[in-house]
């Protein structure tokens, strides 16, 4: 099923000029994840955890490079500690993040960092901007890249678990 907001995101990091992607291999994004991979003006990187792109995207910056990570809400909790660097050197870091333990989750295991992915995000000082319909993505991910890399701050935009669709295990 091709849907149309992951092209929306990978045009949105194209007019942002963002030229490095970190991402954990996710599902959710696995079509804007084939497209920053597929373009050549894009490096992206698989990673093993989430905090490496933070490091990765810091040392983007430092060279010169806007970058954005890719991540699932079960991943950002291991995020915590790293985004100490970008929160306290004033390093801009943009994450897209798909959202699980939401609406028709079926995997328990999601449940607690995905009912609490923003609050976490918030209390550690990371602006959270919230895309629930498909046709509002490109527009909250253009609007966030331009917070994170004009204001030099960390933005987390997550992507509802409404836009990723419902998985029934029941059957």
């Known amino acids: 099923m091709s849907r149309v907001w992951p092209d929306d995101i990978f045009d949105a990091l194209k007019k942002a000029d963002v030229k490095q992607v970190a991402y954990v291999p996710d599902a959710g994004h696995i079509e804007l ?8 003006d894009i490096t992206a990187v698989s990673l ?3 905090e490496e792109g933070i490091a990765m995207l810091a040392g983007a910056w430092l060279g010169g490079d806007r970058g954005a990570l ?4 079960s991943g950002a909790g291991n995020c915590i500690n790293m985004l100490s660097v970008p929160l306290h050197c004033r390093m801009p870091l943009l994450m897209i993040v798909t959202m699980r333990g939401e609406w028709g989750e ?3 295991w999601q449940l607690p960092m995905g009912q609490n ?6 209390d550690m000082g990371v602006y959270v ?7 509002e993505v490109g527009q909250v991910v253009y609007a966030a890249s331009q917070l994170a890399f004009s204001s030099n701050c960390v933005v987390a935009v997550l992507l509802s678990q409404r836009l990723l669709g419902f998985k029934d295990w029941s059957k």
Request: with cysteine; charged share 20%; hydrophobic share 30%.
């Open 70 to 73: 890719l991540m699932q809400s």
């Open 117 to 122: 992915t923003e609050r976490v995000f918030q």
């Open 106 to 108: 079926f995997n328990p």
């Open 48 to 50: 093993t955890t989430e």
């Open 33 to 40: 994840i084939a497209s920053c991979t597929g373009d050549p």
């Open 129 to 135: 901007q919230r895309a629930n319909h498909a046709d």
